[in-house]
T-cell receptor, first 117, second 110 residues
Framework: DTAVSQTPKYLVTQMGNDKSIKCEQNLGHDTMYWYKQDSKKFLKIMFSYNNKELIINETVPNRFSPKSPDKAHLNLHINSLELGDSAVYFC????????????????FGPGTRLTVT | DQQVKQNSPSLSVQEGRISILNCDYTNSMFDYFLWYKKYPAEGPTFLISISSIKDKNEDGRFTVFLNKSAKHLSLHIVPSQPGDSAVYFCAATSGSRLTFGEGTQLTVNP
């Protein structure tokens, strides 16, 4: 009964390919996020959607495009993969976009380890 | 521009003793702070949080202390248990996004 699920868990692909990572949450949350954990182990926000509306769009290459078909799903599509895209990508969700006590708590998926060769 | 720092990459303690994990921040606009725990091959899980209007929050074995003047927070775990062995991330926010530290690997030895 996974709260935030991601598929696939592992993804190995060659440079130049296009790939997608899917995320689903069954918590009824309004806001979803994509994070990248790089080799230095930092978790950095990439995107955030609130009720299918993009609210955070950090400085990431435009090869990365999030898609939210509904508020329970947030997918990440990556075009023309590069070696530097190798990382663990985490999806997360929260009750709302923040600003209220207790609403900053985010629930994370298990991560997708992307390896670009 | 690393606004949240965890200067100790690792910490080792004996079972039953206290574990103290530290975190420093530079952005005075941060008003809410959280600790997350992460096991290998899993996503981070929320542990405990504190608002900037408080200086302490306790939940069972876990206590978070906030020193706003020093821009420092700490997580105390007492007594430490082997199952507490994990990476602990400190996070801070002033709005909708969380800024994470780089994590501290805690190892609790039986």
């Amino acid at each position: 009964d996974t709260a935030v699920s991601q598929t696939p868990k592992y993804l190995v692909t060659q440079m130049g390919n296009d790939k997608s990572i899917k995320c689903e949450q069954n918590l009824g949350h309004d806001t979803m996020y994509w994070y990248k954990q790089d080799s230095k182990k930092f978790l950095k926000i990439m995107f955030s959607y609130n009720n299918k509306e993009l609210i955070i769009n950090e400085t990431v290459p435009n090869r990365f495009s999030p898609k939210s078909p509904d508020k329970a799903h947030l997918n990440l599509h990556i075009n023309s993969l590069e070696l530097g895209d190798s990382a663990v990508y985490f999806c997360a969700s929260s009750q709302n976009r923040g600003g209220l006590a207790g609403s900053y708590e985010q629930y994370f998926g298990p991560g997708t380890r992307l390896t670009v060769t | 521009d690393q606004q949240v720092k965890q200067n100790s990459p690792s910490l080792s303690v004996q079972e039953g003793r206290i574990s103290i994990l530290n975190c420093d921040y530079t952005n005075s606009m941060f008003d809410y702070f959280l600790w997350y725990k992460k096991y290998p091959a899993e996503g981070p899980t929320f542990l405990i949080s504190i608002s900037s209007i408080k200086d302490k929050n306790e939940d069972g074995r876990f206590t978070v202390f906030l020193n706003k003047s020093a821009k420092h927070l700490s997580l105390h775990i007492v007594p430490s248990q082997p199952g507490d062995s994990a990476v602990y991330f400190c996070a801070a926010t002033s709005g909708s996004r969380l800024t994470f530290g780089e994590g501290t690997q805690l190892t609790v030895n039986p």
